[in-house]
């Protein structure tokens, strides 16, 4: 038999009419039952928070994890891929805050490339490790089409050399050649979508997700951002942005929606450079109202 209260109308305000029954008592006895009703007052807020839609506050609970789920399981991954390979899509930053390095097109190392990570030693020791952490996940997530190679330097600037992603932190980024202090990834192509290099400044003072989202998102993967709001929060993706996100301040790594996207990619015939026909025509993603299915 269930002992969860009754949440209905009349019996609610028949406890709270038992609680608050007589007053206007003075003196040491009144005060005695006042503070007995200010208890009583307490136990009603209580009483009235738990039976909000007629929910316990578990039930709550458990229903904002499962339209947490619900919203997560809504981004499919040709959506997800569409967003993060090519900058296209149903889930692209409402803002139009794609930020890809070549949008329209996968940006990436060509297969079998071994990137080099370069460090500045002033980077706070937290965002190396969370350099490092995401990096050890890409051999797996790319089927060994990448490796990366993480090397700390006593450089300030490090500028990057071929395959070579360098990160530094600066006070100044506008005068380290970004175009604000907010900082900025500079890419180097060797071709239409073919990356080449990739130089990370960042201000001081950023996040460690800041930093991985910048050099390994951006830098290594040549990434693109992907809304926040539609695939059931800032922490599902690492390239999470858009309306009231900040580009850094989703997950602090790559999450299981990014490297589920990442494997879909690498395992198919689809190399860095192609357009979203090849894409499409690989079933990476989806068509688009409007278009028909064309070769790459």
Request: glycine share 16%.
């Amino acid at each position: 038999m269930s002992t969860r209260p009754q949440c209905g109308g009349a019996p609610v305000w028949g406890m709270i009419a038992n609680m608050w029954s007589n007053g206007g008592d003075v003196g040491v006895a009144g005060v005695t039952r006042l503070a007995r009703r200010l208890g009583a007052g307490v136990a009603v807020l209580s009483l009235l928070a738990g039976c909000g839609n007629g929910q316990s506050p578990t039930e709550a609970a458990r229903l904002a994890e499962a339209r947490r789920v619900e919203a997560q399981q809504t981004a499919k991954t040709p959506d997800v891929v569409d967003a993060l390979f090519l900058g296209s899509g149903p889930l692209i930053p409402r803002d139009g805050s794609t930020d890809c390095p070549l949008q329209g097109f996968w940006s990436g190392y060509p297969r079998g490339t071994a990137v080099r990570i370069r460090v500045s030693s002033r980077v706070p020791g937290a965002a190396q490790a969370g350099i490092e952490g995401a990096a050890s996940a890409l051999a797996e997530a790319t089927a060994g089409a990448l490796t990366v190679i993480i090397e700390v330097t006593p450089e300030f600037d490090p500028q990057p050399g071929v395959n070579e992603v360098t990160v530094a932190e600066v006070a100044l980024p506008r005068a380290a050649g970004c175009a604000s202090d907010a900082g900025c990834v500079q890419y180097r192509f060797a071709g239409r979508g073919l990356l080449m290099g990739a130089r990370v400044v960042a201000p001081r003072g950023r996040s460690v997700g800041a930093y991985v989202h910048d050099a390994v998102g951006h830098g290594v993967l040549g990434l693109c951002h992907i809304d926040a709001r539609l695939i059931g929060g800032a922490g599902n993706s690492l390239m999470s942005a858009g309306s009231g996100v900040p580009p850094g301040s989703g997950a602090p790594s790559l999450t299981g929606l990014d490297l589920e996207a990442i494997r879909a990619v690498y395992a198919s015939g689809v190399n860095p450079g192609a357009g979203r026909s090849a894409f499409l025509a690989a079933r990476l993603v989806n068509l688009q109202a409007g278009q028909l299915p064309r070769s790459p």
